[in-house]
T-cell receptor
Framework: EAQVTQNPRYLITVTGKKLTVTCSQN?????MSWYRQDPGLGLRQIYY???????DKGDVPEGYKVSRKEKRNFPLILESPSPNQTSLYFC??????????????FGQGTRLTVV | SQQGEEDPQALSIQEGENATMNCSYK?????LQWYRQNSGRGLVHLIL?????REKHSGRLRVTLDTSKKSSSLLITASRAADTASYFC????????????FGTGTSLTVIP
């Protein structure tokens, strides 16, 4: 079954304690991305990756890091989480047709609370 | 921001009625997509319409695209209680390709 898997689904952590949210896709997609979803603000892109070892900042990259060492995995790293990073996070992957993206497949989300 | 904007923010209708929601965006695009999100869950792709297309159908869904007005609409016909969800449009801008920009969503409630 084609899917994007995020872990964990729920996470409560304290300010400053480094954490990693994992994301894995089994569709051999080149393109992967991370979003955060906040009430009234919709989905905002944090980082995206066009392929292995290629990552770029989205609209709200501050306080986050990513890596793309393998095609299937795209972890999101919060080196020193702060309360304003409390949010619902989604990982997504897409294939490309030429220079254009096709439909995005989303993970089930990670609800992060930073206290 | 290149983020799109859906209208209305919330919509409540009776089962069997049609639901129409609109999306406006700011820049030229390669394509526009509509997604559905059940409460707190991941988004699910509904339909993609390319910039050179004006209308597309998929089951009970009908999407239109007017690039001159930079707007799109999603029509759900004969709505069902199971259609209750939030609906988002996402654009891939032509200038800044390789990124999706999502709107803020329309929350649809279908009353049985």
């Amino acid at each position: 079954e084609a899917q994007v898997t995020q872990n964990p689904r729920y996470l409560i952590t304290v300010t400053g304690k480094k954490l990693t949210v994992t994301c894995s896709q089994n569709m051999n997609h080149e393109y992967m991305s991370w979003y955060r979803q906040d009430p009234g603000l919709g989905l905002r892109q944090i980082y995206y990756s066009m392929n292995v070892e290629v990552t770029d900042k989205g609209d709200v990259p501050e306080g986050y890091k990513v890596s793309r060492k393998e095609k299937r995995n795209f972890p999101l790293i919060l080196e020193s989480p702060s309360p304003n990073q409390t949010s619902l996070y989604f990982c997504a992957s897409s294939s490309r047709t030429g220079a254009r993206l096709t439909e995005a497949f989303f993970g089930q989300g990670t609800r992060l609370t930073v206290v | 921001s290149q983020q799109g904007e859906e209208d209305p923010q919330a919509l409540s209708i009776q089962e069997g009625e049609n639901a129409t929601m609109n999306c406006s965006y700011k820049t030229s695009i390669n394509n526009l997509q509509w997604y559905r999100q059940n409460s707190g869950r991941g988004l699910v792709h509904l339909i993609l319409i390319r910039s050179n297309e004006r209308e597309k159908h998929s089951g009970r869904l009908r999407v239109t695209l007017d690039t001159s007005k930079k707007s799109s609409s999603l029509l759900i016909t004969a709505s069902r209680a199971a259609d209750t969800a939030s609906y988002f449009c996402a654009t891939e801008p032509r200038r800044a390709g390789n990124q999706f920009y999502f709107g803020t969503g329309t929350s649809l409630t279908v009353i049985p």
